[in-house]
């Protein structure tokens, strides 16, 4: 009877502690890399997709503004207005002699301030050259619209401004015209508190309107009171 003998293979060699801390140096290295180049792709897309928000923001504000602009119609009561643009309310301690006396305050919203608006302070800082100025304007716009027998007014404000940014918000208050007391609408409209608002686009750092009339000329004389 034959019997076989066990025949050990070749002795296999085994990783050594450096080799080890050798190949986990490297692969920390590359997942230090991936990780460093991944988050500067996201970065970029977020910083994309910050300012795709902020572009199409504004071009909403725009497409509203442009809409109710259209839609404009003529008031047909003594004293109300169709069409309202007024600096929001300022704050009074501050540089607005820097301001153009037509922007300074507006006498409406210095005795009917709405009460959880209390103004804002505008942003004024000196050129270089010169003595100029330059300051940022937060406007607000009253907007008049009939619809059948029922009358609208929209307003577009600068909301919870501080320190010269705020955000857009609308507005849309209707009434039926029989019902309506004569010049309600636009009091009531504009005395609106904030927190009515719907708000369209955040950090407004400039918010100005301004009208042309058929011939393409500027409407600058207006009544600034109703």
Avoid: C
Wanted: glycine share 10%; net charge positive; hydrophobic share 40%.
């Amino acid at each position: 009877m034959k019997l076989r003998h066990f025949q050990p293979g070749r002795g296999r060699r085994a990783f050594t502690l450096t080799e080890l801390m050798v190949a986990v140096g490297i692969m920390g290295l590359i997942v230090t890399a991936l990780y460093a180049v991944f988050s500067a792709t996201q970065r970029a897309l977020r910083a994309n997709v910050s300012q795709t928000d902020v572009t199409e923001g504004g071009r909403l504000a725009m497409e509203l503004i442009t809409r109710d602009l259209r839609r404009l119609s003529a008031a047909g009561q003594t004293p109300e207005t169709n069409f309202l643009v007024t600096l929001s309310p300022a704050i009074g301690a501050g540089p607005v002699g820097t301001l153009r006396p037509q922007e300074v305050f507006d006498l409406y919203y210095e005795t009917n301030r709405p009460n959880d608006f209390q103004g804002y302070q505008p942003v004024v800082q000196r050129l270089n050259v010169g003595a100029a100025w330059r300051t940022n304007v937060l406007e607000e716009v009253f907007l008049f619209s009939r619809e059948g027998s029922r009358m609208g007014g929209t307003v577009y404000r600068v909301l919870n401004a501080r320190g010269g940014v705020g955000t857009l918000g609308r507005y849309t208050l209707t009434h039926h015209q029989r019902l309506m007391p004569t010049g309600w609408l636009s009091i009531a409209t504009l005395g609106r508190a904030a927190t009515n608002f719907a708000p369209l686009v955040e950090g407004v750092v400039h918010f100005r309107v301004q009208a042309y009339d058929a011939l393409g000329f500027p409407m600058n004389v207006t009544n600034r009171h109703w």
